[in-house]
C-alpha cells in the first residue's frame, strides 16, 4: 500500500488528480461553512441577549440631564433604532472588522480587548500547561499502578480539584501564600518584558511571581481531568495487544509507556488540551477577578456592571469565534497523530 505521505507529494505534480487532496479540500469547506453558520446564529443570539437587558444611557449620563441631552445620547449610539436594524448594522460593522467603540473607555473595541489580550493569553497558557505537565504523568502513573499508595493520593487529588470552588482556592492561596507567608504577592500583574510591542510576565523573575499563584488556580480543575483522562486511557491502553507484546518482548516499564500507551492516548489529551485552552481564556473571570489580574475577564466583568454593550457583544463573539476555531484545528490535527485516520482519509 502507498504511504498516504507519498500519495499527497505525488499529488502536488502538475496535471495529476488527487482523491486525498479533493476530499481533504471538501472536508475543510464542509467545516468552514458549518463554523460561519454556528457565528451567525451565535452572533444573532448573544446580541438579542445582551440588548435586551437594561438601559446603558442610565448609566453613561447624568439622572439629571434634560430630555434633550438623552435623547441625543440615545440616537448617538443609535439605541433608538429598531432591534433587527440595530443588529443588521452590527453585522454589516463586524464583517469589517469592526466591533464599534466602546460606551465606557471611548476607544474602538477591538483595541481594547487586544490590550488586555495578552495578559488573559499568558495565565492561560501557563494554567493548560500547569495542568498538562503534571496531570499526564500523574494520570498514566495512576493509571499502570492502580494499586499503589501514590495512585490512591493521585487520585484524592483530582477529587479535590473537581470539587473545590475556583474562588475559594484563590482565597486560600492569597491567605496561605502572600499574607501568612509573605513569599508572593497577592495580585496584579507585575513587571512585563516587552516582545514585539506586547508585554510578557513571565519573562521577567519578579513577573513570574506575580503569575505563579493566579495560574496555579486556573490550573487546578485542568489538572484533576488530566488526570482522571489519563488514568482513564492507560487502563484503557494497557489492555491492548500492543501493549502485551511490549511487556512480552521485555521492554522496560519506562519504554512501554512512552512508546505506547502515551501515544495511544495522545488524541483526547490533546482534544481536551485545545478544549481547555478555549475555555481557559473565556471563563478565566474568576481568577482574574481575585488576582486582580487585567485581563479580558476582568474587563468583562467591569464591562457588565456598566453595561458596555459592544464590549460584552464583542467579547461573547470572540470567544464563540475561538471556540469554532479551535475545533476545527483539533479536528484537523487527529490525522497527524493517528496514522489509521490517515489511512481512512487515503482510501476514500
Known amino acids: 500500500m502507498k504511504h498516504p505521505v507519498g500519495g499527497m507529494l505525488e499529488c502536488l505534480a502538475p496535471g495529476v488528480h488527487c482523491p486525498i487532496l479533493g476530499a481533504m479540500l471538501g472536508y475543510v469547506i464542509q467545516r468552514l461553512l458549518q463554523a460561519a453558520l454556528v457565528m451567525l446564529a451565535m452572533s444573532a443570539l448573544v446580541f438579542a441577549g445582551v440588548y435586551a437587558i437594561g438601559n446603558p444611557i442610565d448609566v453613561l449620563i447624568s439622572p439629571d440631564a434634560t430630555q434633550?441631552?438623552?435623547a441625543e445620547a440615545i440616537r448617538r449610539y443609535g439605541l433608538d433604532l429598531p432591534l433587527w436594524q440595530q443588529y443588521l448594522a452590527f453585522l454589516g460593522r463586524l464583517l469589517r472588522g469592526d466591533f464599534g467603540q466602546s460606551f465606557v473607555f471611548g476607544m474602538p473595541v477591538l483595541d481594547l480587548i487586544l490590550s488586555r489580550l495578552p495578559a488573559t493569553l499568558e495565565l492561560a497558557l501557563a494554567a493548560v500547561l500547569?495542568?498538562?505537565l503534571l496531570g499526564v504523568p500523574l494520570g498514566i502513573h495512576a493509571g499502570y499502578r492502580p494499586d499503589s499508595a501514590l495512585s490512591r493520593a493521585i487520585m484524592a487529588?483530582?477529587?479535590?480539584?473537581?470539587?473545590?470552588p475556583t474562588f475559594w482556592v484563590g482565597l486560600i492561596l492569597i491567605l496561605t501564600f502572600a499574607v501568612n507567608l509573605d513569599w508572593l504577592p497577592a495580585g496584579d500583574r507585575g513587571p512585563t518584558l516587552e516582545v514585539f510591542g506586547v508585554g510578557w510576565s513571565f519573562l521577567t523573575l519578579e513577573g513570574l511571581s506575580f503569575l505563579l499563584l493566579p495560574a496555579l488556580n486556573l490550573s487546578l480543575f485542568k489538572l484533576a481531568m488530566m488526570i482522571r483522562l489519563s488514568r482513564a486511557g492507560t487502563r484503557e491502553a494497557m489492555?491492548?495487544?500492543t501493549v502485551k507484546f511490549a511487556r512480552a518482548a521485555g521492554l522496560s516499564d519506562l519504554t512501554i509507556l512512552r512508546r505506547h500507551v502515551l501515544r495511544l492516548i495522545s488524541i483526547p489529551i490533546v482534544?481536551?488540551?485545545?478544549?481547555?485552552l478555549g475555555s481557559t481564556l473565556a471563563f478565566a473571570v474568576v481568577t482574574e477577578?481575585?488576582?486582580?489580574?487585567?485581563?479580558?475577564?476582568?474587563l468583562i466583568i467591569d464591562s457588565i456592571t456598566s453595561l458596555d454593550r459592544p464590549v460584552m457583544v464583542a467579547y461573547l463573539v470572540l470567544v464563540a469565534f475561538l471556540f469554532v476555531t479551535i475545533n476545527l484545528v483539533v479536528d484537523l490535527s487527529y490525522a497527524l497523530l493517528d496514522p489509521r485516520l490517515r489511512r481512512g482519509g487515503a482510501a476514500a
Open 68 to 70: 434633550d441631552i438623552r
Open 239 to 241: 489492555l491492548t495487544d
Open 157 to 164: 487529588v483530582s477529587v479535590l480539584g473537581f470539587s473545590v
Open 271 to 276: 482534544t481536551v488540551f485545545g478544549l481547555e
Open 130 to 132: 500547569i495542568g498538562t
Open 289 to 298: 477577578t481575585i488576582f486582580s489580574w487585567p485581563g479580558v475577564g476582568k
